[in-house]
Nanobody
Framework: QVQLVESGGGLVQAGGSLKLSCAAS????????MGWIRQAPGKEREFVAG????????YYRDSLKGRFTISRDKVENTVYLQMNSLKPEDTAVYYC????????????????WGQGTQVTVSS
């Protein structure tokens, strides 16, 4: 049973930072992409960042480059999302995801998803 368990969300003031963690278990993720998807109130799901599990190559939503950094620890089987200079528009539920391609991560039907962690950025 694949499990993705997110942690690290919370309430932070604009300009602050948070680091999200996703503990992955249940299978080998070699050849997979891991990433983060978010959904804000009244908004559609959107891709935040992804990383190739084996090579560690990162991919980002263009508007988030420079503020967000994705990384993974293969020993701990954990993927991270460092979020800096947070803005109120970053408020959303952040989901950890795993899929065979980067483009499938936004769809829960074609990727493994965690339960999500709430990130709230106050102005």
């Amino acid at each position: 049973q694949v499990q993705l368990v997110e942690s690290g969300g919370g309430l932070v003031q604009a300009g602050g930072s948070l680091k999200l963690s996703c503990a992955a278990s249940g299978r080998s993720f070699s050849g997979y992409f891991m990433g983060w998807i978010r959904q804000a109130p009244g908004k559609e799901r959107e891709f935040v960042a992804g990383i190739s599990w084996s090579g560690g190559n990162g991919y980002y939503r263009d508007s988030l480059k420079g503020r967000f950094t994705i990384s993974r620890d293969k020993v701990e089987n954990t993927v991270y999302l460092q979020m800096n200079s947070l803005k109120p528009e970053d408020t959303a539920v952040y989901y950890c995801a795993a899929g065979i391609t980067i483009s499938t991560l936004t769809r829960s039907e074609s990727a493994y998803w965690g339960q999500g962690t709430q990130v709230t950025v106050s102005s």
